[in-house]
């Protein structure tokens, strides 16, 4: 993932941040005790997002604690973990193998094949619970891979393979939200993927802006109460925050 879709936290109430900051650790821990260091480096603040989506959508049972860690061992920080964190956890270490494995192939980037064989055998375990998730993603990864191998210019072809992605990720189950959360996952996942390959120019800028204006469409339609001002955050803010900061660096770029 490429770490996109983040809050805006000057915009953000002190709570606000806390129970963020609660669901990314629990994500954390999450990863850390069912992959090992390996897979809690893959923690994404893309897939922090989508957890907190999800929770205030089906508002699932969630456990809260105080803990210390590594990263915070002195203070204890607020922990919140449910059903979804270990979904996420699952879909986030997925995604990490198969791109390693892509970079491995593609670049023979010697790091990236240690880690993916490190995950080998856990991601048959998550292959084995999502097969037709599994199969769906791995096949849209390819096809990108293929693309961009092929120095495919056409950007709608690229960024719809990282939207029936992220469209599969978000569509945790198929209930009476499966379309919607699909048309936001397709539209999320084409932003992010267009944020992160392309250079800026009028163009480029309307697009991003369509593609966020479909989710945050879809998302409003959601009865989501939990979390609501913490999620329009990232969505209005957060994720033009990072559009800004990229946009810049390419402006430098072009400038020298």
């Known amino acids: ?13 002190i709570k606000e941040y806390d129970m963020y900051r609660s669901y990314y650790c629990g994500l954390c821990e ?28 089906y508002e699932p049972d969630t ?19 449910n059903k979804i ?26 790091m990236k094949k240690l880690l993916a064989s490190s995950l080998t055998n856990k991601v048959k375990r998550i292959e084995k619970a999502y097969p037709p998730k599994a ?5 849209a990864l390819d096809r990108m891979s293929e693309l961009e191998n092929n120095n495919e210019s056409n950007i709608d072809l690229l960024a719809e393979q990282f939207g029936i992605i992220m469209a599969q990720i978000l569509c945790m189950k198929n209930d009476e939200w499966y379309d919607t959360l699909k048309v936001m996952g397709n539209s999320l996942g084409r932003f992010i ?9 009028i163009f480029i800028e309307n697009v991003l802006k369509s593609h966020m204006a ?5 998302f409003e339609s959601l009865p989501i109460i939990e979390n609501v001002d913490l ?19 390419r402006e430098q770029v072009e400038e020298v």
Not at 89 to 106: E, G, P, R, S
Not at 214 to 218: D, Y
Request: with cysteine; net charge positive.
């Open 193 to 201: 993927y267009i944020l992160d390959a392309y250079d800026f120019d």
């Open 1 to 13: 993932m490429y770490g996109y879709v983040v809050v805006n936290k000057p915009e953000l109430k």
């Open 63 to 81: 456990t809260y604690k105080e803990a210390r860690c590594i990263a915070h061992p002195v203070h204890k920080h607020p922990v919140r973990r």
């Open 85 to 110: 964190t270990t979904y996420v956890a699952d879909m986030n270490v997925l995604m990490t193998y198969y791109k390693c494995v892509d970079d491995w192939q593609d670049d023979k980037k010697l």
């Open 135 to 139: 199969r769906i993603i791995k096949a």
């Open 231 to 249: 999620l329009r955050n990232v969505i209005y803010s957060g994720v033009f925050t990072r559009f800004g900061i990229a946009k810049n660096k």
């Open 30 to 57: 999450e990863l850390l005790s069912d992959y090992g260091i390996n897979g809690q480096i893959s923690i994404s603040y893309d897939m922090t997002f989508l957890l907190v989506l999800l929770t205030g959508l």
């Open 214 to 218: 479909q989710f945050a469409a879809g």
